[in-house]
């Protein structure tokens, strides 16, 4: 898996009842072959993934694509990657209510 996939993968896997009265936007910029720039958009009980970095974020989520991706799948720990420096958050409260959601945790 790449960062990419699993960014652009998140829509399909969370629920609208899940997203029910939650409104957000997060930005990922993630360094490397296989990362990008994203805005993922949580409005309306539904969740939109969007190449760019567009409006502006309640949280800022930096990183090499390859310490988000050993994260995502369990190979690092996200608090001590944080804690390393290797995934930077901007809004660390914001990104609490959603990790659970987005599968960082």
């Known amino acids: 898996?790449?960062?990419c996939e699993f960014i652009e993968g998140l829509p399909a896997k969370?629920?609208?009842d899940v997203l029910e009265?939650?409104?957000t936007r997060f930005h990922f910029d993630l360094q490397g072959d296989d990362?990008?720039?994203y805005t993922i958009t949580v409005e309306d009980n539904k969740?939109?993934?969007e190449p760019g970095l567009e409006g502006e974020a309640k949280c800022v989520v930096s990183a090499k694509s390859n310490d988000f991706v050993d994260v995502v799948t369990g190979k690092s720990n996200p608090?001590?990657?944080v804690l390393m420096g290797k995934i930077k958050i901007?809004?660390?409260g914001e990104m609490m209510k959603y990790a659970k959601i987005f599968g960082l945790m």
Request: charged share 0%.
């Open 35 to 37: 990362g990008g720039q």
């Open 14 to 16: 969370v629920g609208t």
């Open 79 to 81: 608090m001590m990657a």
């Open 47 to 49: 969740m939109v993934v």
């Open 21 to 23: 009265g939650l409104s």
């Open 1 to 3: 898996m790449t960062a």
């Open 90 to 92: 901007s809004n660390q």
